[in-house]
C-alpha cells in the first residue's frame, strides 16, 4: 500500500476540526456583516502582475507562480487575500465613492511557511475599510480584530502598535537609496544595533541618531513622549507620534498596549499605523494589520485604506469546542418508507443517518432511532 504523504507544511484537517474552523469562520463573517462588511470572494488564481508588485520582494518570494496556458502570461497562487480585495474596491466598485467596507475568508498558498509552526496553506480571514484615511478607520479595524478574536476565545490579548510612516519620514529626509533603506528595514526588525552602525556610518545627523534611535522606542506610552525628543521634527514623524497618540487615548483600558517603533513587520504595501496582537502561549502574531493608503491606484483609483488579517488554521487549538449533535438512526431498509419523514426532520436541523451496517447507536453519534409504529413514524429513545 503506497503511503500517501502532503507537502511540508501542509496538512488535512480532519472533521472534528473542520467543523471548529467552519464555525469560527462563519461566527467572524456574521461578526463582519453585523459591522457593515460585506463579503468578497477573489479567486485563488489570477494574474502575477496584478497580485504582487515589482517593489513588494517579500510578497514576491511567497507567491507560487505559473504559466497560463490560454493567455501565454504568468499566474499566480495568491499569497495574499488584501491586493485582491484593493483591486475589488479600486475597479469593480470604483462606481462607490463613500466608504466601503469589505471582508473575505479564504485560503491562501505560499512557497514558504512565515514560520517553524506555520503552514503553507494558510485561511486568511479579514476585513478591509477604504475611502477614509482618518484615525477613526484604524481604530474600527484594530476594535473588529480584537473583537474577532476574543469571541474564539483568545484571552490575555496585547496590541503591538508601530507606524510606517516615522521610518519613510526618516529614510526621504536622510536620502537613504532603496537599496541601504532595505537593508536597515530589515536590521531594525531585528533590533540589531550593531549592524545598524554600521550601515549608517555615512548618514548625516539628526537622521543617524534618530535611526538608532529607534530600536530603543520600545514600551509603553511613555515612549511616544521620549520619541519626540530623540526624532526629527520632520511632518511624516509629527503625523505618526499624533496617530499613536490617539491609539493611546483610545484604547487605553479595553487592550493591553505596547508601542514598538521599529515593529514594522508586513508586506511592502504599508505605508501609516501598523499593529499586531499577540497573546500568551503564543510566539507568533495572532493577527496582524495596518494602512496602505493608495494601493489601488495600480488598478485605477488610489484610496485610504486599512485592514486587518488573521490565519484561521494558527488558532486551530483553541477554537470552541463544539460537541456534535447526537443524530437520529434510521435503518437502511425504511429509508424508502421514511423518505418524506426524514427531509422534515432535516429540514428542522436534525441528523438523520442512514444505517447500512447494523452499526450500535454510539458508533454513529445517535442518541435516538426513527421508527415505524403503525401508519406513524415515532423517535425513540437510545437507552
Known sequence: MRNWLLPEYVADILPATARQVESAKASMLELFRTSGYELVLPPLIEYYDALVTPEDGALAI???????????RQLGLRADITPQVARIDAHLLSQRTGVTRLCYAGSVVHSRPDGLMSSREPLQV??????????????????????????????????????????????????????????????????????????????AEPYRSAFLALPELYGSRAVLDKARTRLPSLPEVELGLMQLAAVANSLEGEVELNFDLTELR????????????????????????????????????????TGFSLDLRDLIRILPQNESAKGIKLAANLLPQATIKVAELRARGEKVIVDYLGESAAALNCDRELVKAGENWQLVPFK
Do not use: C
Open 62 to 72: 511567497k507567491t507560487f507562480k505559473l504559466d497560463d496556458h490560454f493567455s501565454g
Open 266 to 305: 508586513g508586506t511592502h504595501y504599508h505605508n501609516g499605523l501598523m499593529f499586531a496582537a499577540y497573546a500568551p502561549g503564543w510566539a507568533e502574531e495572532l493577527a496582524r494589520g495596518g494602512r496602505y493608503d493608495n494601493v489601488g491606484r495600480r488598478f485605477g483609483r488610489a484610496r485610504p485604506a
Open 126 to 203: 479579514g476585513a478591509e475599510l477604504y475611502g477614509y484615511a482618518g484615525i477613526e478607520a484604524d481604530l474600527e479595524i484594530i476594535r473588529l480584530m480584537l473583537t474577532s478574536l476574543r469571541q474564539i476565545g483568545v484571552e490575555g490579548l496585547r496590541l503591538d502598535v508601530g507606524h510606517m510612516g516615522l521610518f519613510r519620514g526618516l529614510v526621504q529626509a536622510a536620502g537613504l537609496g532603496h537599496e541601504l533603506s532595505a537593508e536597515v528595514f530589515s536590521v531594525l526588525q531585528a533590533k540589531d544595533l550593531s549592524t545598524l552602525r554600521e550601515l549608517l556610518v555615512d548618514v
